[in-house]
């Protein structure tokens, strides 16, 4: 958790603090939506929130889903 900021906004830090599962929730969608945009895990995660199922990134839409299998998450990306 050392560089959270770096790679959170304000809100998903927030949401964060909720709960420190959340940390793996989003990190799971932020990941995903990485690879599906292309950049990878790279400083410009922070440059877009993932809090929401639908998420626009340079004009271009996106669907991310989450799932909760015991203790873990995974979650999936796709251009809508």
Known sequence: YEQIEECFSVKEREFIKKDQSNFYYLWTRKEALAKCIGTGLTKEIISFEVLNDNVVYNGLSFMIT???????FISACRKI
């Open 66 to 72: 989450t799932e909760k299998e015991d203790n873990y």
